[in-house]
């Protein structure tokens, strides 16, 4: 089974109603399940899934009954926390090569580069940043 790491930013997508790129990510998600890819991301992905949600409602834009919604759909979805023996501090080389203020992105691009699989994310900021020297970041609004 071959596999893809995938970032919260687009997990979040799909379970949030009117966010951008919502059916983009979900055509990503389906053609995952079709293909057999499993979708990989590091220890950490939950909380920062979680967090995402969390975020919307304490800042009111979204709806405790909403936000149960969206979690029951993020535990819906099989992401398998991944790690390598290497990932910390390759995702502490990628933030220093980058001069990024923290080391989250860096950590799922590391665990990409050390499984040898693409790392989608929605995330313009962090895509615009590396994608010149790491060419397996993918950017969701260009996904096919």
Not at 26 to 40: E, F, M, Q, S, Y
Not at 51 to 74: E, N, P
Not at 79 to 104: C, G, K, M, W
Not at 106 to 122: I, K, M, P, S
Request: aromatic share 10%; hydrophobic share 45%; charged share 25%.
């Amino acid at each position: 089974m071959s596999e893809l790491c995938i970032d919260a930013s687009v997990v979040v997508k799909l379970v949030l109603k009117g966010e951008p790129y919502r059916v983009t990510a979900r055509r990503l998600l389906r053609d995952c399940i079709v293909n057999n890819v499993a979708l990989i991301a590091p220890p950490f992905y939950e909380v920062e899934a979680d967090t995402a949600i969390r975020k919307r409602v304490h800042d009111g834009k979204l709806s405790l009954t909403d936000a149960k919604k969206a979690f029951a759909g993020l535990d819906k979805v099989a992401v398998q926390l991944s790690t390598h023996p290497r990932l910390r501090q390759r995702a502490r080389d990628i933030a220093e090569q980058f001069n990024l203020r923290t080391v989250y992105d860096a950590a799922y691009a590391a665990l990409a580069e050390l499984r040898g699989c693409q790392f989608w994310t929605a995330d313009k900021v962090f895509y615009d940043t590396v994608k010149a020297v790491l060419t397996f970041v993918k950017y969701l609004p260009n996904y096919p």
